[in-house]
């Protein structure tokens, strides 16, 4: 069965530069979450979107923000990159807001 | 605000055995899910079972169960014949409706050959 794809799985930048992560959802699921995991934390909530439009957001800093396009992706811009955004960032889907999430495999991003 | 918590940071059985993995939730709501997602050292999250809260019978997959007491607010996963695979941390983990999970600490689960 087709999975939730993320990329790139790593990405290494330097202090104040953009990153951007892509999520594509598994097939026919119109909902996607992003998480961020820091290391020896459990997953933290950052923003959600439903059929495109914003639905919840979390502890997402003011210098990260999200969308999701007409074919389900969504992309999670991340701008003035700090030490402190090093992490797994997740991103998760689910079909017409069902409870289940299904993850993808993770964006492992290291600020130097 | 949900809450979730497990107070086994870690856990270390020898294969084969029976172990269970606790978790406590604190919520207003009536109607929820419950879920444990598995993090191997691969760091993907695997959902291993899920729980819905107006279901009195308590969920298995194959060597994975729950035991879910909703007037107590507790759903603990016994995970039974260990594997070495199984090692793993373990999350326990809450969703009311569309809305974000919410995840425990995290028990770290070691099966000793």
């Known amino acids: 069965a087709a999975g939730v794809i993320q990329s790139p799985r790593h990405l290494i930048k330097e202090k104040r530069e953009t990153a951007t992560l892509k999520c594509y959802p598994i097939?026919?699921?119109?909902?996607v979450y992003w998480y961020q995991q820091g290391p020896g934390q459990d997953p933290q909530f950052l923003i959600s979107f439903y059929e495109k439009m914003q639905s919840d957001k979390g502890s997402i800093p003011d210098r990260f923000s999200a969308q999701q396009f007409s074919d389900y992706h969504s992309e999670l811009n991340m701008s003035s990159l700090e030490l402190g955004d090093s992490a797994l960032y997740f991103c998760?889907?689910?079909?017409?807001?069902?409870?289940?999430?299904?993850f993808g495999p993770g964006t492992r991003l290291l600020v130097l | 605000a949900q809450t979730v918590t497990q107070s086994q940071p870690e856990m270390s059985v020898q294969e084969a055995e029976t172990v269970t993995l606790s978790c406590t939730y604190d919520t207003s709501e009536s109607n929820y899910y419950l879920f444990w997602y598995k993090q191997p050292p691969s760091r993907q999250m695997i959902l291993v079972i899920r729980q819905e809260a107006y279901k009195q019978q308590n969920a298995t997959e194959n060597r994975f169960s729950v035991n879910f007491q909703k007037a107590a607010k507790s759903f603990s996963l016994k995970i039974s014949d260990s594997q070495l695979g199984d090692t793993a941390m373990y999350f326990c983990?809450?969703?009311?409706?569309?809305?974000?999970?919410?995840f425990g600490q995290g028990t770290r689960l070691t099966i000793n050959p």
């Open positions: 998760a889907s689910s079909f017409m807001s069902r409870e289940t999430q299904y």
């Open positions: 983990a809450f969703v009311q409706g569309a809305q974000k999970l919410v």
């Open positions: 097939p026919r699921h119109d909902t």
